[in-house]
């Protein structure tokens, strides 16, 4: 089955720094989002993005996060100065149209990203 | 504004015991998706189950089952004889359906954690 892949499983980085999150999502996809979870705590929406403009952001995606789809296959997010609170799982996501099922979910998670802000 | 409310904070059971996961809902969307998802240690988020707001069917698979209630905005999930693998956080999230022909903005609970005890 195909899968949406994130790369690093983990990145740590010093604070003010700039920070790439990567994701591939599954290839006939038209919908990505990015999601986090900050430890311990519940998942957040962060930002949804379709046909190369994003097209729904929560509050909590301000100006330090960006996102892109560079190429026809990854799709990234970008925090330009990190803070400590930043600190969090990252979750990409992906989903095409269509019903589904009731097991069988258009919408498809990664694996995450643990970032780690020191 | 949308909101899932997971009561429960932590459960345990002892093996073979059947557990019900509490999941309440509020949206002014009238029809709309909710899911169910299963949170183990390593992290990443595991689909169960997607409902639509219209089909209102009780769902059953394998030890799993959920009972929708539309008039109590209710969507619980029951673990039958409970095992040790079972073990994890889930969580119940809401999405509008409004949102375009594919596209999710999942907003989730904040969890519950079970054990599930040998």
Redesign the interface.
Request: glycine content about 14%; cysteine-free.
């Given at each position: 089955e195909p899968e949406v892949t994130q790369t690093p499983s983990h990145q740590v980085t010093q604070m003010g720094q700039e920070v790439i999150l990567r994701c591939v999502p599954i290839s006939n996809h038209?919908?990505f989002?990015w999601?986090r979870q900050i430890l311990g705590?519940?998942?957040?929406?962060l930002v949804?993005f379709?046909n190369n403009e994003i097209?729904?952001k929560s509050e909590i995606f301000d100006d330090q996060f960006s996102v892109e789809r560079p190429d026809g296959s990854n799709f990234t997010l970008k925090i330009r100065s990190t803070k400590l609170e930043d600190s969090a799982?990252y979750?990409c996501a992906s989903?095409?149209?269509?019903?589904?099922?009731?097991?069988n979910?258009?919408?498809?998670?990664g694996?995450?990203t643990?970032l780690t802000v020191t | 504004a949308q909101k899932v409310t997971q009561a429960q904070t932590e459960i345990s059971v002892v093996e073979k015991e059947d557990v019900t996961l509490d999941c309440v809902y509020e949206t002014r969307d009238t029809t709309y998706y909710l899911?169910w998802y299963k949170q183990p240690p390593s992290?990443?988020?595991v689909?169960l189950?997607?409902?639509?707001s219209f089909d209102e069917q009780n769902?059953i698979?394998g030890r799993y089952s959920w009972n929708f209630q539309k008039s109590t905005s209710s969507f619980n999930f029951t673990i039958t004889a409970s095992q040790v693998v079972d073990s994890a956080v889930y969580?119940c999230?809401l999405s509008p359906s409004y949102?375009?022909?594919?596209?999710?903005?999942?907003?989730?609970?904040?969890?519950t954690k079970l054990s599930v005890i040998p």
């Open positions: 038209l919908y989002y999601y705590q519940k998942v957040e929406f949804s379709y097209s729904e799982m979750f989903s095409q149209p269509g019903q589904g099922t009731s097991y979910s258009p919408l498809h998670f694996n995450g643990r | 899911f992290g990443e988020l689909f189950i997607r409902r639509n769902e698979s969580f999230a949102s375009g022909a594919g596209s999710y903005q999942l907003t989730f609970g904040k969890g």
